[in-house]
């Protein structure tokens, strides 16, 4: 059996799937509890989902924007086109010797 104190807080997940609580609550004093209604709860995790979206996106372009800014082949590039490969961008890792770009030859036949 949990027993709560000060600061915890329960039902979250009744609020966030609106489903009733699997278990039940009894104080064993005197308590002040602040209650949250399903859309209110639900309204705030997708406010913290954006903001958290935001976040990451704004950390990876600034990571990103001096070396993609200093390709010369993105220089004619708006910023919202910089933008979007900026969003696009990932690491990738590779060891000693892995074979990076394989050249592959294509030829065309023109009737």
């Given at each position: 059996m949990k027993e709560y104190g000060p600061?915890?807080?329960f039902g979250e997940l009744g609020l966030l799937y609106n489903a009733p609580r699997a278990a039940t609550i009894t104080a064993k004093s005197e308590v002040s509890l602040w209650a949250l209604d399903s859309n209110t709860f639900q309204q705030m995790v997708k406010n913290a989902i954006l903001y958290l979206n935001?976040?990451?996106h704004r950390t990876k372009r600034s990571r990103y924007q001096e070396f993609i800014k200093s390709v010369p082949v993105f220089k004619a590039l708006c910023e919202y086109e910089l933008f979007s490969i900026m969003d696009a961008v990932a690491p990738?890792?590779?060891?000693?010797?892995?074979t990076i770009i394989t050249e592959v030859f294509f030829s065309l036949i023109f009737n």
């Open positions: 600061g915890d807080a935001s976040y990451i990738v890792e590779f060891k000693v010797e892995d």
